[in-house]
Antibody, heavy 119, light 110 residues
Framework: EVQLVESGGGLVQTGGSLRLSCAAS????????MSWVRQAPGKGLEWVAN????????YYVDSVKGRFTISRDNAKNSLYLQVNSLRAEDTAVYYC????????????WGQGTMVTVSS | EIVLTQSPGTLSLSPGERATLSCRAS???????LAWYQQKPGQAPRLLIY???SRATGIPDRFSGSGSGTDFTLTISRLEPEDFAVYYC???????????FGPGTKVDIK
């Protein structure tokens, strides 16, 4: 079964840091770009970052550049998001998602992990 | 930056009725990179349509997508109880590099 399972969310103070993880299974992880997409409470979806198959390139939405870092460990079939200098507006459910270029869409999603930033 | 606008914000319909959801882009987008997702409360989004008109694996044929350029449509031919959800359109653009979602259309039970 193709599956993505996120972990690492929690309650953190403004300015704090967290490392989100996503464990992939059921597909050849090294064949795919991977992404993080977030959703603030009661709001819509926002793409955050994505990373190439071999980790050689990564891209970010402007609002997180310099604060968030996406990475992957292909030996462990895992995706990560290091989130630093957190702000109240970063409060959201963070989804790990597979981006499949052959269909031009996020075709597999995890269940999400909640990050709450509190002052 | 391409902005996606979805209308209506909320669509109140009864089971069995036809739903027509609109997604309009501020600039022309490639149909190859226009997708639609369904999200139910407390769940992750699910890919419905990719390439503007192709159904993803396992998606019933009552869901269909169409459109090109700046105007795209998701149609649900006959609403089933499980179709009441929020629907998002999404596009990829390379200049600047971005993956943009629309604000969503909520389809609720009338």
């Amino acid at each position: 079964e193709v599956q993505l399972v996120e972990s690492g969310g929690g309650l953190v103070q403004t300015g704090g840091s967290l490392r989100l993880s996503c464990a992939a299974s059921g597909f050849t992880f090294t064949n795919y770009w991977m992404s993080w997409v977030r959703q603030a409470p009661g709001k819509g979806l926002e793409w955050v970052a994505n990373i190439k198959q071999d980790g050689s390139g990564s891209y970010y939405v402007d609002s997180v550049k310099g604060r968030f870092t996406i990475s992957r460990d292909n030996a462990k079939n895992s995706l990560y998001l290091q989130v630093n200098s957190l702000r109240a507006e970063d409060t959201a459910v963070y989804y790990c998602a597979r981006y499949q270029w052959s269909v031009g869409a996020f075709d597999i999603w995890g269940q999400g992990t909640m990050v709450t930033v509190s002052s | 930056e391409i902005v996606l606008t979805q209308s209506p914000g909320t669509l109140s319909l009864s089971p069995g009725e036809r739903a027509t959801l609109s997604c309009r882009a501020s600039q022309s987008v490639s149909s190859s990179y226009l997708a639609w997702y369904q999200q139910k409360p407390g769940q992750a989004p699910r890919l419905l349509i990719y390439g503007a008109s192709s159904r993803a694996t396992g998606i019933p044929d009552r869901f269909s997508g169409s459109g090109s350029g700046t105007d795209f449509t998701l149609t649900i031919s006959r609403l089933e109880p499980e179709d009441f959800a929020v629907y998002y359109c999404q596009q990829y653009g390379s200049s600047p590099w971005e993956f943009t979602f629309g604000p969503g259309t909520k389809v609720d039970i009338k």
